[in-house]
């Protein structure tokens, strides 16, 4: 079974700072994928930012990054520069490899609130 | 492209009415889903696509029905739903279903309202 948990119902963040948004996961697959997405108020979800379990290093998009920490089974999302169009919803989401191929799992979410 | 399209953007039917939802893609990915997700709440997977076939029901109702066309489509249909069925139905496509190692694409998702 996989699980993912997100602590932090909501943020908020003034614009311009850093943030972090925290998520710990939980699976028996050996081999699985972490992914971030942003979903605005409009309700696509958009894809942000990918980690293979098996990566060596910390993925980086643009201002966003993944703090990866696989034996604390954690995998926090760090946006940098926070700007007003970051409010939204944001989700934690793993896929397996194996035995839960195809299946995503998704956190509770975190809702971010960008102050002007 | 890295776009999945979906329609309509709302719906609204009543419970016996019988309606689809569609979805597109043109990235020549092998997997497509459906999740449905209410206000507030994580997208819940309803079906797995893999290669055209259906590889993965969540236990979802026979009141949903979907189908897969070809590799660019794929369809719900809705036949005498509830009103507790009213939420955002949200279809993606990936490269492939059997791997963990490559992201979903969502669409845009389909506002439906069952009365």
């Known amino acids: 079974a996989q699980k993912i948990t997100q602590t932090q119902p909501g943020m908020f963040v003034q614009e311009k700072e850093a943030v972090t948004l925290d998520c710990t996961y939980d699976?028996?697959?050996?081999?699985?994928?972490l992914f971030w997405y942003k979903q605005p108020s409009s309700g696509e979800m958009i894809f942000l930012i990918y980690?293979?379990?098996?990566?060596?290093q910390n993925a980086t998009e643009g201002r966003y990054s993944l703090n990866f920490q696989k034996a604390r089974k954690s995998a926090n999302l760090v946006i940098s520069a926070s700007q007003l169009g970051d409010s939204a919803m944001y989700f934690c989401?793993?896929?397996?490899?194996?035995?839960?191929?195809?299946?995503?799992?998704f956190g509770d979410g975190t809702t971010l609130t960008v102050k002007p | 492209d890295t776009e999945v399209t979906q329609t309509p953007k709302h719906l609204v039917m009543g419970m016996t009415n019988k309606k689809s939802l569609k979805c597109e893609q043109h990235?020549?990915?092998?997997?497509m889903y459906w999740y449905k997700q209410k206000a507030k709440k994580p997208p819940e997977l309803m079906f797995v696509?893999?290669?055209?076939?259906?590889?993965i029901n969540e236990s979802v109702p026979s009141r949903f029905s979907p189908e897969c066309p070809n590799s660019s489509l794929l369809n719900l249909h809705l036949h005498a739903l509830q009103p507790e069925d009213s939420a955002l139905y949200l279809c993606?496509?990936?490269?492939?279903?059997?791997?963990?190692?490559?992201?979903?694409?969502f669409g845009p998702g389909t506002r439906l309202t069952v009365l």
């Open positions: 696509y893999s290669y055209e076939k259906l590889s």
């Open positions: 993606a496509s990936s490269q492939e279903a059997s791997t963990g190692i490559n992201e979903q694409f």
């Open positions: 980690q293979g379990s098996y990566d060596q």
């Open positions: 990235m020549g990915h092998r997997a």
């Open positions: 699976t028996s697959d050996p081999s699985y994928g």
């Open positions: 989401a793993m896929r397996g490899h194996n035995t839960n191929a195809g299946k995503s799992t």
